[in-house]
């Protein structure tokens, strides 16, 4: 009865997802809205740093040249990726809360030097501190949210992060617009200190998040871990259908650790807990988070965020530039007054408000749609817009003026991109990783993803520049050809996770670990293949003895808690 009660609440078909099934998971909704305050610091550094660059007392009193200003961008990105790799290893060894707490302290220290700056070096060693901090929760948040969801909401829930990213852009941009005219270093000091406030917030509010019942069930604390899900669940702990999910949770750890002599997770030497991701086992599934980082950085968002007004420029909207031809630094090099213009806000505030409005219809319908759908759409789409700017700049680049009509194509080119991106990309780079990993290496595989993104992301913005000096044509013809591998990759590589327990995913990769309910139209499976038959609404691998291992298992829990089928 208690398997028909969960399947029926759990299951694919039943249980709503989109906002319905939000609201009824309010809680865990909280929980992940919270927990998002990571992603919001990453994105407001993102809004605020390009505006703060170009700020008029802040170029007066320390004029640096674009390498300096390269640096700014580039230490931030390389401790983020060194965050995001030590907090795979802490999330595990401690707990997901207190790395989150302990990111956010660093975090603070990072804005704190930041603000108070009296120098380029204090500034720098601040965005190298305040990087770790950015890097770690890049990973901790969604990793959080992931555990902490029922499967029928979980692509809404860790979505957030995207949310929280561009929301954090939006607002880092415009808040930094705002200030950029006020007298003194106040014009700077003020947006790179506001950014204290969420970092404080996480810090302290981190501690009474209910922890991951997934690590507790790993680490043994049985009824820690039941309390945790009853309070996200809003269950009562005795209730049948929390049970079934403790169970599917358990059965998952227990099998790990009979099967396995080692548990990457303990590992005591780093370089088996790492390598253990490139094993027979895992490898497909980090080639799957890594390779989602790696196209959603190649997709080029970034360079058109940071080389989009460069590029209007150049196709002569906006403001005009000195020279001819393309130029190719960051908007920051441009000097003091181009803060305020047109083709800044028009291509970097605006590029930041479609992603924020793209990524709300993405919240609602990523575990209806399908991630894989999702990405697959994106990719064309994304494809086919670099595709378009790239001819438009063929075609009428030596003559924009008579030609304003490719112009302002060519800008409408970048917002179709970047709806596609917002809605696709964008948002499923921060889901897919989360799920893909099983229990026992989730939070090294989180972070390794998140490390493919900030080092991709430091990749395209090294490579941009020159590469638009040499052809933008080009350019863009290459950020097309990689939206259409990412296409093939999505359809090719990844299986569809959603509506599925992080349990049952394992299936997807033929780990016969850990799933009790089936109930999933096996033709959504996508490329991978499950070999087994279906019996009971439970699918029974064909070969090996994990299988039987698995439902003798099964069989001791049941008993053991006192649920049916046993
Ligand atoms: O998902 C985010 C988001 O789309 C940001 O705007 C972008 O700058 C990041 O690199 C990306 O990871």
Known sequence: MARAAYTQLHGHFHHPSGPRGLWANRTALTCAIFASIGGLTFGYDQGVIANVLVMRDFVGRWPIGPWEKGMMTAVLELGALLGALAAGVLADRYSRRHTI????????IGSAIQTLSQSIPHLITGRAIGGIGVGALSMLSPLYMAEISPPEVRGSLIALEQLAIVSGVVFGFWFGFGTRNMDGSISWRLPLGIQLIPGIILGLGCLFLPPSPRLLVLQGKLEDAKKSL?????????????????????????????????TPAKSTSIVSAWSVLFSKKYLRRTMIGVGMMFFQQWSAINALLYYGPTLVESIGLGAPTSGSGPS???????????AGSPTNLLVSGGIGIVQLVAVLPAIVFIDRLGRRALLRGGSVVMGC?????????????????????GAWAAVVCIYIFTLAYGLSFGPVGWVLPSEVFPLEVRSKGVALSTASNWTNNFIIGLITPPLMAYSPAITFITFSTTCFLAYLWASRCVPETAGRSLEEIGRLFGDG??????????SQFGPIEVRGEERDGLLHRGSGGRRDMRSMIEAELRAEMGLDGA
Do not use: C, N
């Not at 190719?328 to 181009?338: I, L, N, Q, R």
């Open 101 to 108: 707490l302990l990111a956010s302290v660093i975090f603070v």
């Open 230 to 262: 009853a309070y996200l669940r809003q269950r009562d702990a005795d209730d049948p259908v929390l049970r079934e999910e403790l169970l599917s949770m358990r059965l998952e750890a227990l099998l790990l650790s009979r099967t396995s002599s080692e």
């Open 328 to 338: 190719t630094s960051m908007p920051a090099d441009e000097g003091g007054d181009k």
């Open 385 to 405: 817009a670099h595709f378009a700017i790239a001819f438009l700049i063929y075609q009428f680049s030596s003559d924009w003026e008579h030609h304003q009509a």
């Open 513 to 522: 670990g850990g799933v009790l309910y089936h109930g999933v139209d096996s």
